[in-house]
C-alpha cells in the first residue's frame, strides 16, 4: 500500500495533464477561427472610416447654342435695277450735274458741270451696283437702295460723291454729235437742263435742248470713244 500510493497520485497528474491538453487543443481552432473572423470583420470597417469619399462624376458641358441669325440690317443688301431705268441728280453741294442711265444691266453716264468739268461713262449694273468707265482716269461707281442711287464719280483728276433719283421722260440723258462737236444735255426731274459742248477738247455751255433733235441715251448706248 506504501507504494501504490504515489504511482496512484503520479496516474492522476498524468490523466489530468492528458486531459487538459486535449482540452487545449479542441479549443484552439475555435478561438483561431472566432479571433480571425473578428479581425475579418473588422478589417472592412476600417478600411470604410479610412478612404475618402468616391468623387463626384463629371457633368460633361453642354454644348453652346447656336446663336440666332442676325437679320441684315435695313439697306444693307443693294436692291435690283429695273430691266430699264434712269436717274439725274446732283454731286454733293450741287457741284455737277449727273445723268445715269441703265437697260439689259448695261450703262451709260454722263457728268457735266455746266462750265468746264464733264465726263462720259460705260459700264455694267450688276446686284444693284454700278460700275463704269470713262476716258483715262474718270470712273463711276454707285449703289441703289431702295429707289437712290448713290456713289463716287470722278473727272478731270477730281472725285466728288452724288446721290440720283429715278427720271422719267422727257428728264434724263441726251446727246448730240456732229462734226463741229460733241454736246451733252441733262435735264433734271424739275426741267433744269446742265450740259456743255465740246468742240475738238475745246469746252463752253451748251446750246439750248431740243429733245426732237437730240439723242436720248439710254444704258449700253455707245458714248465713250465717239
Known amino acids: 500500500m506504501g507504494r501504490r500510493g504515489p504511482l496512484i497520485t503520479l496516474l492522476v497528474v498524468v ?102 468739268v464733264e465726263g462720259w461713262y460705260q459700264g455694267s449694273a450688276t446686284g444693284g451696283t454700278v460700275e463704269a468707265k470713262g476716258r483715262g482716269t474718270n470712273a463711276l461707281s454707285g449703289t441703289l437702295s431702295g429707289t437712290k442711287l448713290s456713289g463716287t464719280v470722278s473727272a478731270g483728276g477730281k472725285s466728288w460723291t452724288y446721290s440720283a433719283a429715278p427720271a422719267a421722260a422727257p428728264a434724263g440723258l441726251y446727246r448730240s454729235k456732229a462734226t463741229t462737236g460733241t454736246t451733252g444735255w441733262i435735264k433734271d426731274s424739275s426741267g433744269k437742263v446742265t450740259g456743255l459742248r465740246n468742240a475738238g477738247g475745246r469746252v463752253e455751255p451748251a446750246p439750248p435742248l431740243d429733245p426732237s433733235t437730240a439723242q436720248s441715251v439710254e444704258g449700253g448706248d455707245q458714248v465713250v470713244g465717239q
Request: charged letters at 10%; aromatic letters at 4%; a positive charge.
Open 15 to 116: 490523466v489530468l495533464a492528458g486531459i487538459l491538453l486535449a482540452v487545449n487543443l479542441a479549443r484552439s481552432p475555435s478561438n483561431q477561427a472566432g479571433s480571425g473572423t473578428a479581425g475579418q470583420a473588422g478589417s472592412p470597417a476600417g478600411q470604410t472610416g479610412s478612404l475618402a469619399a468616391p468623387p463626384a462624376a463629371e457633368v460633361a458641358p453642354s454644348a453652346a447654342a447656336p446663336a440666332p441669325a442676325v437679320p441684315p440690317a435695313p439697306g444693307s443688301t443693294p436692291s435690283q435695277f429695273p430691266g430699264q431705268a434712269k436717274y439725274t441728280g446732283y454731286t454733293d453741294g450741287n457741284h455737277a450735274a449727273i445723268a445715269v442711265t441703265v437697260r439689259g444691266g448695261k450703262v451709260s453716264a454722263y457728268l457735266c458741270d455746266g462750265k468746264a
